[in-house]
Each structure stands twice: as structure tokens, then as C-alpha cells.
């Protein structure tokens, strides 16, 4: 899972579209990544629908017979990231509808939405003139191998143009509709999706959603990567790991992104930021209890490293089975810092109530009461929990 988060680090590129970052791996990623990839069936694709005589099932032989094409694009994610040069095969899918489903159209039919679902319970909602583009694609092949479960087997569709929650794996359906049908994603899914006009939501601004989207990039990757591990481990594991980490993963996800959260914002300060207070002075009143100025920002600086390596070591664990059981000094590294911020949250606690109660005006007291020591507290906490749930998957394999 290390590896994957190594892969998660989004980079200002040149020739993105607008708020893209590049990434250098292509990751599993599904808008629900707890979802495991269905086992790889037969190839096969449904179509069915308003307009149609009767369904059609096109299988292997079917679509062997189409012009075989390939194609190398950028795909692109809502959530922001992009990966590049990415070499599909198969069939376009202009040419599956103008020489199998268009002719047996009924007279006067002209279905102008379609709905295009997946194995893995994914779905999407198309506009007929979008899913006929002349890049959409039905591939059968990623960078010359057939597709794994990791991305899609054993079909999927392509749309380089849309962002990639419209390029369904697991291809299995094709259903034609005259009216707009409703969208199993409700409004997070935007009809065009188009990339070059950032339609990432059907109502909220793009510019809201950016910063949203990819703080949870690594989060999911890390999740959809172990949905995969899971899936592929023999069925007694399945059910031990599930049983073992249900809770300490999401535990181990919260906690991460507190802690990113925190590490930021002490670069922040670091490189001169003044927020919450207006200048130096007010800063330190609130952050620091000082009534003169902030510490040095060399000293600051040396505060987000730990935590960034911390909160590394917390999606590790979230997207951890017990197939990958983390190292032991990864669990020190992790109960030093339950014993760290345990330790900050009761001196804190307690000397900013005696100072309150001495009635002393500077803010960071209080501050501290009402957010800084119960922030320590619940990060004490949940890495307790996910340390303690961690060593649990540990004695029950010893059992056996």
C-alpha cells in the first residue's frame, strides 16, 4: 500500500485541463472503493432498451468482427487527477451502434440517452452524441495486455473526453432510454462530465470541489487497492480481515487526514502565513499563548515532517489486510505518537483550565480548552484504536 500512496502525490504539469494534477501510476479508483472488482466472467455485453425490438447480448465473436482500433489518451478524474498515455484496444463504440444496434432500431426510434452499467454495480448516464464521440471506445486491452480486475476486465468503456466515472469497468450493459433517466450517483454526476469545460458536478462550482476531491485521492486509492487485495485472498482471510479491521480502517482514514490537516497548516505559519490572527503578535496569542511573537520558523518547520510521515503511516493502515501486516517499527512509529499527543492533550487540558480560571485574557487558552487539547485527544485516540485493533488481527493468526 506504501506504494501506492508514493503514486498519489499530484504534480503541477503543463498542457492539463483546467484543475488537473498528473500522477505517475494509474490506480484502482471507484467512487465506492470498499467495493470489491467482480470476478472476470465471460465476455459478453447486454444492450436492451426504448426503441429496440427485442435485446440484444453481443459476445466475443460479435465484437472480433467490428474493425478492431486502439488509441493512447490522458484519463482524467473528477477528483483531479490525471494520468497520461494510456494505450487502449478494442472496438469504437460508434461502430457497435451504426452497424448492430442502429439497424434494428425501430421505425421512427430515436433513443437519445443511454445508461451504460457495469459488473461492479457502477453506472453511468450518457447523451447519445457523447457516447458516440469518435474516441469512445469499448476496450478490451490496456498498454497491450488484456484488462485485469484492477482496471475493468473484461470490458470497458472509454470516453477520454469525460472525466473517468463515465468510463464504466466491467462493461455489461447498454440501456436506451427517450427521457434523461435518473443517475445512481444523483448529483454528483454531471450528464456531459466534459474534461475541457470542467463539469465535475451537476450544481456545485468545479473551483469548490477541487480542493475537496483531492485531499481524498489517496485515501480512495488506498481503499479500492485493498478491495482488490481482499478480493483475490483466500475466503477464511476475507472474513477475518473484514471482521478485524471494519472500524480501525475508517479509524486510521479520519485520523490521516487530521493530521495532514495539521501539518499543513503548520507549513503554513512556517512560511509566514498570519491566519487566525492578523499579525505576528496575534498569532502567537492564539496558537502559541505567547504575548510577543511566533516561534522561529526554522523551529515550525521542523513540525509537519513527523506529522506528514505520520499520516503516511495512517493510510497505510487503512488500506491494510492482515496478507500485508505493517512492520513492527511502523506500529512504534504510531504508538509513539498516541503517547505524544495523549501527553499534549492532558498538560494542555490542564493548564489552560487553571490559566482560564485564573482569568487570564490571552485567546490561546481557551482555544486550546475548546479545540487544541480534544484534537490531540481524539488523534490519541483513534491511532490507540487502530494500533490496538491491529495487534487483535495479530492474535487471532497466532491461534490458528
Known amino acids: 500500500m506504501l506504494s501506492v500512496l508514493l503514486e498519489m502525490r499530484p504534480r503541477r ?121 469518435p474516441d469512445v471506445l469499448i476496450a478490451t486491452s490496456l498498454n497491450g495486455q488484456p484488462l485485469d480486475r484492477r482496471h475493468g476486465a473484461p470490458l470497458r468503456l472509454v470516453s477520454p473526453g469525460q472525466y473517468g466515472y463515465k468510463s464504466v469497468k466491467h462493461l455489461e450493459r447498454l440501456a436506451l432510454h427517450n427521457q434523461e433517466p435518473r443517475s445512481i450517483l444523483g448529483s454528483k454526476e454531471h450528464l456531459r462530465a466534459r474534461v475541457a469545460f470542467e463539469e465535475r458536478h451537476k450544481w456545485i462550482p468545479a473551483w469548490i470541489l477541487r480542493r475537496v476531491y483531492r485531499a481524498l485521492i489517496p485515501i480512495t486509492a488506498v481503499l479500492a487497492e485493498r478491495s482488490l487485495l481482499l478480493a483475490d485472498s483466500p475466503p477464511a482471510i476475507r472474513r477475518d480481515a473484514a471482521q478485524g479491521i471494519r472500524f480501525q480502517r475508517p479509524a486510521a482514514a479520519v485520523a490521516a487526514v487530521l493530521v495532514a490537516n495539521i501539518a499543513s497548516v503548520h507549513a503554513y505559519w512556517a512560511l509566514g502565513g498570519r491566519w487566525p490572527g492578523t499579525d505576528e503578535m496575534s498569532l502567537a496569542r492564539r496558537v502559541v499563548g505567547d504575548t510577543t511573537a511566533m516561534p522561529h520558523p526554522a523551529a515550525i518547520a521542523l513540525v509537519p515532517v513527523p506529522l506528514a510521515g505520520v499520516a503516511a503511516l495512517l493510510l497505510d493502515f487503512a488500506g491494510r489486510s492482515r496478507l500485508s501486516r505493517p512492520a513492527p517499527r511502523k506500529r512504534a512509529g504510531l504508538r509513539l505518537f498516541v503517547i505524544l499527543t495523549a501527553l499534549r492533550a492532558l498538560a494542555g487540558a490542564t493548564g489552560s483550565t487553571i490559566a482560564v480560571l485564573r482569568g487570564t485574557k490571552v485567546p490561546y487558552f481557551r482555544l486550546d480548552l475548546l479545540i487544541f487539547s480534544p484534537l490531540c485527544a481524539l488523534l490519541a485516540g483513534l491511532t490507540a484504536f487502530v494500533v490496538a485493533g491491529e495487534g487483535g488481527t495479530r492474535r487471532v493468526e497466532k491461534k490458528r
Open 13 to 133: 504539469a503543463s498542457g492539463l485541463p483546467p484543475g488537473q494534477r498528473l500522477l505517475r501510476g494509474f490506480p484502482r479508483f471507484a467512487d465506492n472503493p470498499l467495493r470489491s472488482p467482480p470476478l472476470t466472467g465471460s465476455l459478453q455485453l447486454d444492450i436492451d432498451g426504448e426503441g429496440l425490438a427485442a435485446p440484444l447480448v453481443l459476445k466475443a465473436t460479435d465484437l472480433a468482427a467490428l474493425p478492431q482500433c486502439s488509441q493512447t489518451n490522458d484519463f482524467h478524474c473528477v477528483t483531479t487527477w490525471t494520468t497520461q498515455g494510456l494505450h487502449w484496444q478494442g472496438v469504437s463504440m460508434r461502430d457497435v451502434w451504426n452497424d448492430i444496434i442502429s439497424p434494428l432500431l425501430a421505425e421512427g426510434a430515436a433513443p437519445t440517452f443511454i445508461t451504460v452499467d457495469g459488473l461492479d454495480g457502477h453506472s453511468a448516464v450518457f447523451l447519445l452524441e457523447d457516447l458516440l464521440g
